[in-house]
C-alpha cells in the first residue's frame, strides 16, 4: 500500500490575478475561484437590490399624499411584498457572507479557497434560480401578501402568485444553507498553520457564528414554504381553521426561521465593524474574547425568542412572558460589543477613512434600531407598536442603518484588494454622509408614526400623518441618490483608479499579505502564524 | 490497483479533505434534522389537537407494508454497513454485492411504497379533489393523511437521492476508484443512507403504530 | 400638530385616553430616557475618543493595563439588570391587559374583509364604530370570519389579532369621552389600509341616551330562529325526530354530562364547539352523529344562532311545528364504522 501524503504545491510567483486568468464568459461562469464567484454574487444581489429600491421609491411617492393617488392598491400591496422578499432573501441574507465572505474569507484564513469550490458555484447558480423565479412571480402578477405571507391570507385567500414566489424564496434557501455549510468547514478546517481559533479575525467569528444560522435555520423556512405551497395545491387545511388547521402554527414556523434570519443579517455586519475600527484606530478590539463569544451568544439566543413577534396573535400569554425576557437577553451581547467598539478607539490612532465613516455609522444607527428593538420586547409598548410604522424604523434602522451600512463599509475597506485599485476617497466620504442623512430623514420621523398609530402596510393614511409621511419620502429621496454614488464611483474606479499594493491601509490580517488584486491561488506559500490578531505595533 | 483522484489545490493533506468531507456531510445532516423537523412538530401539534382523528387516520394506512418495508430498510443498511467494512478491507467483490443489496432493497422499499400510494388513490384518500370519506373528523384525517404523504413524500426523495448515489457508487466501483486509501465516497454514502434509516425509523411508529 | 410633539402621559393630551394608556406611556417614558441617556453617554464618548485620538493628534497614547475583564463583567451587568429591571414593569401591565375586570360589558366583534361587524350584548349591530360608555370595562370577544385582521385602538394602547377559528379576548376601560381611531393592524388583503373606524366614548348618561334611541335589531331573535331550521338543527334537535339528539330547551347554562363521565357547563364557548367541532364533546349516552359545521357556517349566522340557543329557555321551547325536513339538510351520516381489524 503506497501512503499518499500530497503537500500543497509550490504555485511559480508572480502568479496572473484571479480578474486576468481568464477574459471568456465562460472562465467566469464556471469558475471555481472564490473571489470570482464573490464577484458574480455581488452583480447578482446589486440587480436585486435595485428592484427593490424602485419598489420602495414607489411607495415613498405613493405615501406623499394621505389619499391613494398614484397607484391601484393592489398594485401598492405588491409592492411592498417585492421590496419585502428581494431585500430580505436576495439582497440582505446573501451579502455580506456571498460577497464579502466568499471573497475575504479564504484570504483571511490563508487558505486557497473555501472547502468545497464546486458547491461555492453551484450556491450561486442555485440562487439565480430562485431569483429567476422570483421575478417570474413578479412579472407574471406579483404577490400582495407581504414578505411574511401570513395564513390563511397567503394559503387560501390572495390572488397572487404565492406558490410561484415561495418556491423562488425556498429555491435560493438551499444556496443560503451550502454557502453556510462551505463557511463552517472551512473555517474548522483551512485555516493556516498556526492559526488558533483566538487568533482568527473578528470578520471570520461573526462569519462562523451567521454560518451557523443560515445551516440551522433556514431548513425549518423551507419546510414551512414547502407546506403553504401544498395545501394551495391540494386545499388541506394546514394552516386552515376552517379545515381544522392553525393559522398560528405557521407564525411559529415561519419566526423560528425569520428571527435567527435577522442575525444572518446583522452578525457579518458586526464582523465588518471590527475589522474597520481595529485597522483605522491602529488599535486592537478591545475585548477581542468577549466579541467573539457574543456572536456565539448571538446565534445561540437568536433561536429562543421567535415569539416576540407574535405578543399579540392570540398565543399563551405565558408565552409572551417568556419570549419577552429572552428577548432582552439577546440583546445584552450586542450592547457589549457596542461598548468594546467605543472602547476600542481609545488611546488609538484615528483616521477618518471611509469604512470608519460607515463603521462609525453603523454603531450610531444599530444602537438606535437596536435600543428600539428592546423597546419592542417590552411587552405592553409592544401592543402599541406592533403592527405600526414604529416596527419598521426599528428594523430598517438595524438592518439599513446597520447592516447596509456595514456592507458598504466591508465593500470599501476590501476594495482594494478586490480591484487592486482605489476609489476617490472624498466622494466616497460625501456618500456616506449623503447616506447617514438621508437614512435619519427617512426612517426617524417613522418612529414618531408608529407612535401615533399609523398602521404598516397601507397605501392611504388619516391626514395627521402626512407631515411626517412627506419628510420621510424626501429623505428616501437623499438615501436613493446615496446609493447610487457607490454604484457610479466604484465601477468608474475598477477601471480608472490608481492601483494599490498589497496592503494600501496598513492593516494586521492574512488577507493583506498577498497582492492587490489576489493572485488566482492567493499566496504564494501557505503563510504561517504566530502573532495575534490586530498586532498593531504599540503607539506612543 | 487502486487510483484515488489527485488532491485539489486547497488541500494540503489527504486527511485534511477527509475531515472536511465528514465535517461536511454531518453538518448537511444536521440541516435535513432541521428540515424534517418542521414537519414532525406540524404533526406534534395536531396530534394533540385531534389524538381521535389520527386514530382512525393511522388505521386507514397498510400496517403490513410499513412493517415489511422498515425491516426491508434496515435490512439495506446493514448491507450498506458491510459495503463500509468492505472496501476498508479491500475486498471489491464483496463491496460491489452489498452495494447492489442495498440498492435492491432500497428500490424494493419505494416500490412497496409507491404500491402504497396507489392503494390509497383507489380508496379515494390522496388528500385534495380525490378526497371521500364519511364519518366524523374528515378534514382532520384529511390532515393526517396530507401529513403521511408529506413526511413519506419528502423520506422517498430522499431515498431516491440515495439511490442515485448508491448507483454512482457502483460505477465507480467498477472504474475501480475505491480503495481503503479512498473509502470516503463508501463513508459519505454510507452516513447518508443510515440518516435516511434512521428518519424512517421515526416515521414508522409515528405514522402506522398510533394505538394498535 | 400637537399630537406629534405631545406625550399622552399629560392629562391633556388627545391620546390619554384608557386606563392603560397612562401606564404603558410611562413605561415608554421611561425607557425613552434611559435610551436617550445611553445613547448620549456612547456619543459623548465616542466624539470624545475620535477628536482627541485623531491621527496626528499629540493626546498620550501608553499601552492599556487595565483588566479589561472588569468592564466586561460590569457592563454586561449592568445592561442585564437595567433590560430585567424593563422586563418586569412590563410584564405586570402586560398580564393586567389580559385579566379583564369581573364587570365587564361585553362586545361581540367580527373581523371580516375589509369591515368590522360589532354587535352589542343587547342585539344593537354597528359596522365600523364602536360606541362604549366612559369608565366602564369593555371586554371584546372578537372572531375573524376570514383572515386574520387586528383590531386596533392606538389611544387606548390596545390591538389584538383578531384570528380566524379562534374566539379572543381584550379589554379596556376609556378614561375620556371623544371619539378615537380603530385600525386595522394586520395585513388582510386589497382594502386592508381602508379598514378602519373609530370608537366613540360617551359619558354615561349620553351612552344610555344613544342605547335607548337607537333601534334594537329585534330580527336578529327571529334570525337565529330561521338559521336553526335552514342548517338543518331542527331536523334532529326537536321533539318528533326520527333521529336521536340531546334536547336544546334550557340547555344554556346547564351541566351536561359527556361521554366519559365528566360533565361540562354549557357556556357560550360550549354553544360555539357543539356546533363547529362536536365530536370534541358528545353528550353521555348519544351517537356522535352529528357533521360538524365548521368552514359552513359563518361567525355572523354563529353569533345569532347561539343567541338564539340562550334564548331557547324552559318557558320558550321551540316552535313544535317547524317543518322537520328543511330545504338544505345535511346529509345523515352513519355511526362511523368500527376500527378495522388490529393483525
Redo the contacts between chains.
Keep these: 500500500?503506497?501512503?499518499?501524503?500530497?503537500?500543497?504545491?509550490r504555485?511559480p510567483a508572480p502568479a496572473p490575478t484571479y480578474l486576468n486568468a481568464g477574459h471568456t464568459l465562460r472562465s467566469w461562469l464556471c469558475t471555481l475561484d472564490h473571489k470570482r464567484i464573490g464577484l458574480l454574487y455581488l452583480f447578482t444581489i446589486t440587480f436585486f437590490f435595485v428592484i427593490a429600491a424602485v419598489a420602495a421609491a414607489l411607495m415613498r411617492w405613493e405615501l406623499l399624499t394621505p389619499q391613494p393617488d398614484l397607484v391601484t392598491p393592489d398594485f401598492y400591496n405588491r409592492m411592498f411584498t417585492l421590496h419585502g422578499v428581494l431585500m430580505v432573501w436576495f439582497f440582505l441574507i446573501p451579502s455580506i457572507p456571498t460577497v464579502l465572505g466568499n471573497f475575504i474569507l479564504?484570504l483571511m484564513l490563508g487558505?486557497?479557497?473555501?472547502?468545497?469550490?464546486r458547491l461555492n458555484l453551484a450556491s450561486w447558480y442555485i440562487f439565480v434560480a430562485g431569483g429567476l423565479m422570483a421575478l417570474y412571480a413578479i412579472v407574471a402578477g406579483g404577490v400582495d401578501t407581504g414578505w411574511t405571507f401570513y395564513t390563511p391570507y397567503s394559503s387560501t385567500y390572495s390572488n397572487g402568485y404565492v406558490m410561484m414566489m415561495a418556491a423562488g424564496v425556498f429555491v435560493a434557501g438551499f444556496s443560503s444553507?451550502f454557502t453556510g455549510?462551505?463557511f463552517?468547514?472551512t473555517i474548522?478546517?483551512?485555516r493556516a498553520p498556526g492559526l488558533t481559533w483566538f487568533r482568527l479575525p473578528l470578520f471570520v467569528w461573526s462569519l462562523y457564528a451567521t454560518s451557523l444560522i443560515l445551516?440551522?435555520?433556514?431548513?425549518?423556512l423551507?419546510?414551512?414554504l414547502?407546506?403553504i405551497g401544498?395545501e394551495r395545491?391540494?386545499?388541506?387545511?394546514?394552516f386552515d381553521p376552517k379545515?381544522?388547521?392553525?393559522p398560528l402554527?405557521f407564525q411559529?414556523?415561519f419566526w423560528f426561521y425569520s428571527h435567527p434570519a435577522v442575525y444572518i443579517m446583522i452578525l457579518p455586519g458586526m464582523g465588518v465593524v471590527s475589522e474597520t475600527i481595529a485597522c483605522f484606530s491602529r488599535k486592537r478590539v478591545f475585548g477581542y474574547h468577549v466579541v467573539a463569544i457574543a456572536s456565539l451568544a448571538i446565534a445561540a439566543l437568536g433561536f429562543l425568542v421567535w415569539g416576540h413577534h407574535m405578543f399579540v396573535s392570540s398565543q399563551s400569554v405565558y408565552a409572551g412572558v417568556v419570549f419577552s425576557l429572552l428577548s432582552f437577553l439577546v440583546s445584552v451581547p450586542s450592547a457589549i460589543k457596542v461598548f468594546n467598539w467605543t472602547a476600542t478607539l481609545h488611546r488609538g490612532s484615528i483616521s477618518f477613512d471611509t469604512p470608519l465613516l460607515y463603521a462609525l455609522g453603523f454603531i450610531g444607527l444599530f444602537t438606535i434600531g437596536g435600543l428600539t428593538g428592546v423597546f419592542l420586547a417590552t411587552l405592553p409598548v409592544d401592543v402599541r407598536m406592533h403592527d405600526t410604522y414604529f416596527v419598521i424604523a426599528h428594523f430598517h434602522y438595524v438592518m439599513v442603518g446597520g447592516m447596509v451600512m456595514g456592507y458598504l463599509g466591508g465593500i470599501h475597506y476590501w476594495w482594494p484588494k478586490i480591484s487592486g485599485r482605489l476609489y476617490h476617497e472624498w466622494t466616497a466620504r460625501v456618500s456616506a454622509l449623503i447616506v447617514f442623512i438621508g437614512f435619519n430623514l427617512t426612517f426617524f420621523p417613522q418612529f414618531i408614526l408608529g407612535y401615533l398609530g399609523m398602521p404598516r402596510r397601507v397605501h392611504m393614511y388619516a391626514p395627521e400623518f402626512q407631515t411626517l409621511n412627506v419628510l420621510s419620502s424626501a429623505g428616501a429621496s437623499i438615501l436613493g441618490i446615496g446609493y447610487i454614488l457607490p454604484l457610479v464611483y466604484l465601477t468608474w474606479s475598477f477601471f480608472h483608479g490608481p492601483k494599490v499594493s498589497s496592503n494600501p491601509w496598513d492593516a494586521t490580517g492574512l488577507e493583506w499579505q498577498t497582492d492587490s488584486p489576489p493572485p488566482e491561488?492567493n499566496f504564494a506559500q501557505?503563510p504561517v502564524v504566530t502573532a495575534e490578531p490586530y498586532n498593531y505595533p504599540p503607539l506612543a | 490497483m487502486s487510483r484515488?483522484p489527485?488532491?485539489?489545490?486547497?488541500?494540503?493533506?489527504?486527511e485534511?479533505r477527509s475531515?472536511?468531507n465528514h465535517?461536511?456531510l454531518w453538518?448537511?445532516l444536521?440541516?435535513?434534522i432541521?428540515?424534517?423537523?418542521?414537519?414532525f412538530?406540524?404533526y406534534t401539534?395536531?396530534r394533540i389537537?385531534?389524538p381521535?382523528a389520527f386514530?382512525?387516520g393511522s388505521?386507514h394506512l397498510n400496517?403490513?407494508i410499513g412493517t415489511i418495508n422498515t425491516g426491508v430498510l434496515l435490512t439495506s443498511s446493514l448491507f450498506m454497513a458491510l459495503a463500509d467494512r468492505a472496501v476498508k478491507r479491500d475486498r471489491r467483490t464483496a463491496l460491489r454485492w452489498c452495494l447492489l443489496a442495498t440498492w435492491l432493497l432500497g428500490a424494493v422499499f419505494l416500490g412497496l411504497k409507491f404500491y402504497e400510494y396507489g392503494e390509497k388513490y383507489h380508496e379515494h384518500l390522496i388528500?385534495?379533489?380525490n378526497f371521500q370519506l364519511?364519518?366524523?373528523?374528515k378534514?382532520?384525517i384529511?390532515?393526517f393523511i396530507?401529513l403521511y404523504f408529506?413526511m413519506t413524500g419528502l423520506h422517498a426523495v430522499h431515498m431516491i437521492g440515495g439511490l442515485t448515489a448508491l448507483a454512482w457508487l457502483l460505477w465507480q466501483n467498477h472504474r475501480g476508484r475505491l480503495s481503503?486509501?479512498h473509502p470516503a465516497p463508501v463513508e459519505m454514502v454510507g452516513l447518508y443512507w443510515h440518516f435516511v434509516d434512521c428518519v424512517w425509523v421515526f416515521l414508522y411508529p409515528l405514522l402506522y403504530l398510533i394505538i394498535? | 400638530m400637537s399630537a406629534v410633539l405631545g406625550f399622552s402621559l399629560f392629562p391633556s393630551s388627545p391620546m390619554n385616553a384608557s386606563s392603560f394608556t397612562p401606564r404603558v406611556e410611562a413605561l415608554l417614558l421611561a425607557l425613552l430616557v434611559a435610551s436617550g441617556l445611553l445613547i448620549g453617554v456612547l456619543l459623548v464618548l465616542n466624539l470624545y475618543f475620535l477628536i482627541r485620538y485623531r491621527r496626528g493628534s499629540s493626546a498620550p497614547r501608553p499601552p492599556l493595563r487595565i483588566a479589561t475583564w472588569k468592564f466586561e463583567a460590569g457592563w454586561i451587568c449592568g445592561t442585564t439588570i437595567g433590560f430585567l429591571g424593563f422586563f418586569f414593569w412590563g410584564a405586570r401591565i402586560y398580564l393586567d391587559m389580559e385579566r379583564p375586570p369581573a364587570n365587564a360589558y361585553d362586545v361581540d366583534v367580527i373581523g371580516r374583509q375589509w369591515m368590522w361587524d360589532i354587535r352589542h350584548a343587547d342585539g344593537r349591530r354597528e359596522f365600523d364604530t364602536l360606541h362604549v360608555p366612559a369608565d366602564q370595562p369593555v371586554r371584546l370577544r372578537m372572531i375573524s370570519e376570514d383572515v386574520i385582521h387586528s383590531f386596533a385602538v392606538p389611544a387606548f394602547s390596545l390591538k389584538q389579532d383578531v384570528v380566524p377559528g379562534k374566539q379572543v379576548m381584550a379589554w379596556f376601560e376609556a378614561t375620556r369621552p371623544g371619539t378615537y381611531h380603530l385600525y386595522c393592524d394586520q395585513f388582510c388583503g386589497t382594502a386592508h389600509a381602508e379598514m378602519a373606524g373609530e370608537v366613540v366614548v360617551m359619558k354615561p348618561e349620553d351612552y344610555a341616551a344613544w342605547q335607548a334611541s337607537g333601534s334594537v335589531n329585534n330580527e336578529e331573535a327571529g334570525h337565529g330562529a330561521k338559521l336553526f331550521v335552514r342548517y338543518g338543527c331542527s331536523g334532529c334537535h326537536t321533539p318528533g325526530s326520527p333521529v336521536r339528539a340531546p334536547s336544546l330547551v334550557g340547555l344554556y347554562g346547564r351541566l351536561v354530562p359527556v361521554e366519559n363521565g365528566q360533565f361540562v357547563r354549557a357556556d357560550e364557548q360550549y354553544l360555539r364547539d357543539s356546533i363547529v367541532l362536536?365530536?370534541q364533546h358528545v353528550v353521555a349516552g348519544y351517537a356522535?352523529?352529528m357533521p360538524?359545521f365548521?368552514?359552513v357556517i359563518s361567525e355572523t349566522d354563529l353569533l345569532d344562532l347561539i343567541d338564539y340557543l340562550k334564548s331557547l329557555g324552559a318557558k320558550q321551547p321551540p316552535p313544535a311545528n317547524m317543518p322537520t325536513a328543511p330545504a338544505a339538510a345535511p346529509p345523515m351520516?352513519?355511526p362511523?364504522?368500527a376500527?378495522?381489524s388490529?393483525?
Excluded: K
Aim: proline content about 14%.
Design positions: 500500500m503506497i501512503t499518499e501524503e500530497i503537500i500543497a504545491p504555485v479564504p487558505a486557497r479557497d473555501v472547502a468545497f469550490p444553507i455549510l462551505n463552517i468547514v474548522h478546517q483551512l445551516v440551522l435555520a433556514t431548513p425549518v423551507a419546510i414551512t414547502l407546506l401544498l395545491l391540494c386545499g388541506v387545511g394546514v379545515l381544522g388547521g392553525d402554527l411559529h414556523l491561488h501557505i | 484515488a489527485s488532491l485539489p489545490s486547497h488541500f494540503s493533506t489527504v485534511q475531515v472536511a465535517l461536511g453538518t448537511f444536521a440541516t435535513e432541521l428540515f424534517f423537523g418542521g414537519l412538530v406540524c401539534v395536531y389537537a385531534y381521535a386514530v382512525a388505521h400496517f403490513w388528500p385534495g379533489p364519511n364519518g366524523p373528523w378534514p382532520q384529511e390532515l396530507f408529506t481503503p486509501e394498535r | 362536536p365530536q356522535p352523529i360538524d365548521r368552514g351520516v352513519p362511523p364504522p376500527p378495522s388490529a393483525p
